[in-house]
């Protein structure tokens, strides 16, 4: 009798698995293994080729990133001047570290100026993306004056906001115009991170401006016009359809805007040098001046350390938050 596997009568796949010789995978007699398409076909030296492609990249990694990373790591176990020799030193600089009331101090700075920061930029950079989304005339030309500021130097950008804020600059004159004491911006304590602050959020901005306008202008027209035909306000679209809709655009700029946040430096040393006292001295600038005005390369590594794990921390905070209020499906 012909075995029904030959004749092609159909059967159970119970009678055909015990029919079947035994592999490692259980196929009707005569039918082959599918074979991959010609072009997805794994051919000899392709991962050379690959690496071929690869290797710029791995390389700028490993020396400009890697390489530094794990050096500045060893350079925290010693005491290492700029000029003489190094003295192994092993948790020292991260003892001194954590006695050190000018740590504190910064930290407490920076982490103010990073919140404050961010949460000025993002609520700034949305208040004019959606402005310039309500079909005015020329929105492009605006882009590109709002996104100015952020591809000039810092450097150039800090120094015309130390003329205007100074004493008898421009923004105490206006304010003295119309018979207002203006305070000193720079040089009182109670002004200066505001200062730092409010042009950090001019210099950079715009680019939150570009990357949030380019998630609204993804936001099917349809879907705003239906709740318009609902009678809903304009409120209640922001809060219901828009702001979820490009939820992935505010994480993506809240994420990289904090981060860029503590790593302020330009603007307090070019605005206060980190005065008046340390009411404006930043990490970075803290960090700074501990390897290249101290001479202390060892401990400023070791605050760099610091600084790392304090920006891995919240990055991740914000993205284990993230799965909370962010939304991928279109």
């Known amino acids: 009798m012909a075995s029904p596997l030959i004749s092609g009568a159909v059967v159970s796949k119970e009678t055909a698995a015990s029919a079947a010789p035994e592999s490692t995978e259980t196929r009707p007699f005569g039918v082959p293994h599918p074979t991959p398409p010609r072009g997805t076909r794994k051919r000899k030296g392709d991962g050379l080729v690959a690496l071929a492609y690869l290797w710029p990249g791995l390389a700028g990694f490993t020396f400009f990133i890697l390489v530094p990373l794990l050096g500045s790591l060893v350079i925290s176990l010693f005491e290492w001047p700029l000029f003489g020799s190094p003295t192994f030193v092993g948790f020292a600089n991260y003892q001194k570290l954590f006695s050190d009331p000018t740590f504190y101090t910064v930290l407490i700075n920076t982490v103010i100026f990073a919140f404050v920061y961010t949460a000025l930029n993002l609520v700034l950079a949305l208040a ?29 950008n800090a120094l015309v906001w130390r003329l205007l804020l100074s004493d008898n600059g421009l923004v105490n004159s206006a304010l003295a115009s119309i ?25 950079s901005f715009g680019y939150n401006v570009i990357v949030l306008s380019a998630g609204l202008g993804s936001i099917p027209k349809e879907i705003l016009e239906a709740s318009r035909m609902d009678g809903t306000s304009a409120w209640q679209r922001l809060r219901s359809i828009i702001l979820p809709m490009i939820s992935p655009s505010l994480f993506f700029t809240m994420t990289m805007t904090m981060i860029g946040a503590f790593q302020v430096f330009v603007q307090p040393q070019i605005l206060t040098q980190g005065g008046p006292g340390e009411s404006t001295n930043t990490f970075v600038l803290y960090l700074y001046r501990n390897g290249f005005v101290f001479d202390r390369l060892g401990y400023a590594s070791a605050l760099a350390w610091i600084l790392f794990i304090v920006v891995m921390l919240i990055t991740a905070l914000q993205f284990a938050g993230q799965k909370k209020w962010v939304n991928y499906d279109k």
């Open 128 to 156: 004019v993306s959606l402005w310039l989304n309500t079909r005015i005339k020329f929105s492009g030309f605006w882009r590109v004056i709002f996104f100015l500021p952020a591809i000039t130097p810092m450097v150039a």
């Open 179 to 203: 018979g207002i004491q203006g305070p000193s911006w720079l040089s009182d304590a109670s002004f200066a991170l505001f200062s730092v602050i409010a042009m950090s959020v001019w210099q």
